[in-house]
């Protein structure tokens, strides 16, 4: 019987490094570690933090102060960032002062990679057609 829409797919654990899937064999932390990065890029006030930590370090009260939400939620939205090893955090006397780990990007961004090169390739056919197109016209 097939899965009802938005299911979750079945995971069977391997060993403890790797887990299985209807779709294939994923290393744990791979898994665990992307989708925790994911899941804090999905929320739109977590977006515009990294957008905002991209160019500067700050704390929770000047972001508070930029993001339209109460400060308790500024906090929250920077724990699901901080879990997921998008911002580091450093005391500076009694201030917390956020920066954004780029590192954290890097497995999303090659995991990306072969998206990217599917489209490139079918951008480049795309692009052949549209020079044929022209030359036959002339």
């Known amino acids: 019987m097939p899965a009802a829409s938005g299911a979750s797919r079945p995971v069977v654990l391997v060993d403890a490094t790797r887990v299985r899937t209807l779709v294939g064999t994923y290393p744990t932390s791979y898994s665990q570690s992307m989708d925790a990065v994911l899941h804090a890029l999905a929320d739109e ?13 700050a704390s929770a009260g000047e972001l508070a102060e930029v993001i339209p939400i109460a400060r308790p939620g500024v906090s929250r939205h920077l724990r699901v960032l901080r879990e997921a090893g998008l ?45 044929r197109g022209k030359k036959e016209r002339t």
Do not use: G, K
């Not at 490139?120 to 056919?125: G, I, K, N, T």
């Open 87 to 131: 911002v580091e955090v450093r005391r500076e006397a009694q201030r917390r002062i956020y920066s954004l780990r780029p590192e954290a990007l890097i497995e999303v961004d090659e995991w990306l990679a072969d998206y990217r090169a599917l489209w490139q390739s079918r951008l480049d056919a795309l692009h052949t057609e549209i020079a």
């Open 45 to 57: 006030s977590r977006r515009t933090v990294l957008e905002i930590l991209r160019s500067h370090p």
